[in-house]
T-cell receptor, first 114, second 113 residues
Framework: DAGVIQSPRHEVTEMGQEVTLRCKPI?????LFWYRQTMMRGLELLIY????????DSGMPEDRFSAKMPNASFSTLKIQPSEPRDSAVYFC????????????FGDGTRLSIL | AQSVTQPDIHITVSEGASLELRCNYS??????LFWYVQSPGQGLQLLLK??????LVQGIKGFEAEFKRSQSSFNLRKPSVHWSDAAEYFC???????????FGTGTRLKVLA
């Protein structure tokens, strides 16, 4: 089974540029989560989807961040315009329905905003 | 409100020694509990999970964890640590009725040869 696939693995860009992070969940998983990990704040949930519909976006830091899930096999997290404080590792995770199902994580995208 | 506390930010053990990583949670009902491991440059990998039943849970890589309701704890243990176990370990709690997890701040494990 292929795991959660994220791209790119690393992204370096200048402040003000648009950044798009991509995620392909595990086939058959109907929940998808976006997290951000920093030294200062640890692992934070940004948003999660169920059956491609955003359920809880209360963790999205501000309007510069947006996430979409156009179909069951693809999601994007976009930052526009990007700022240096957005530098972090962004993880995508997916899981099946069912209270006892764990989340499976991708390897993350390391984002550096100069 | 739900919360997870991992009191130890860093732990150093010698290879071959036993290991216990602490995790305390706050949640009114029986939670779903998880331990994940993160190696440098990698995502989080599930080590084990607890939902109900036997309070001693076996996981991958020789790890186990024990759920103690009276102490609100879910400590991770390994009888003999290997150098490859050096990583960061995260405890997480998931509440029934929600698909969100609350993660602890992690414990970074260093293994001395």
């Amino acid at each position: 089974d292929a795991g959660v696939i994220q791209s790119p693995r690393h992204e370096v860009t200048e402040m003000g540029q648009e950044v798009t992070l991509r995620c392909k969940p595990i086939s058959g998983h109907d929940y998808l989560f976006w997290y951000r990990q920093t030294m200062m704040r640890g692992l934070e949930l940004l948003i999660y989807f169920n059956n491609n519909v955003p359920i809880d976006d209360s963790g999205m830091p501000e309007d510069r961040f947006s996430a979409k899930m156009p179909n069951a096999s693809f999601s994007t997290l976009k930052i526009q315009p990007s700022e240096p404080r957005d530098s972090a590792v962004y993880f995508c995770a997916s899981r099946r329905t069912g209270g006892n199902q764990p989340q499976h994580f991708g390897d993350g995208t390391r984002l550096s905003i100069l | 409100a739900q919360s997870v506390t991992q009191p130890d930010i860093h732990i150093t053990v010698s290879e071959g020694a036993s290991l216990e990583l602490r995790c305390n949670y706050s949640y009114g009902a029986t939670p779903y509990l998880f331990w994940y491991v993160q190696s440098p440059g990698q995502g989080l990998q599930l080590l084990l999970k607890y939902f109900s039943g036997d309070t001693l849970v076996q996981g991958i890589k020789g790890f186990e964890a024990e759920f103690k309701r009276s102490q609100s704890s879910f400590n991770l243990r390994k009888p003999s640590v290997h150098w490859s176990d050096a990583a960061e370990y995260f405890c997480a709690v998931g509440a029934s009725g929600t698909y969100k997890y609350i993660f602890g701040t992690g414990t970074r494990l260093k293994v001395l040869a």
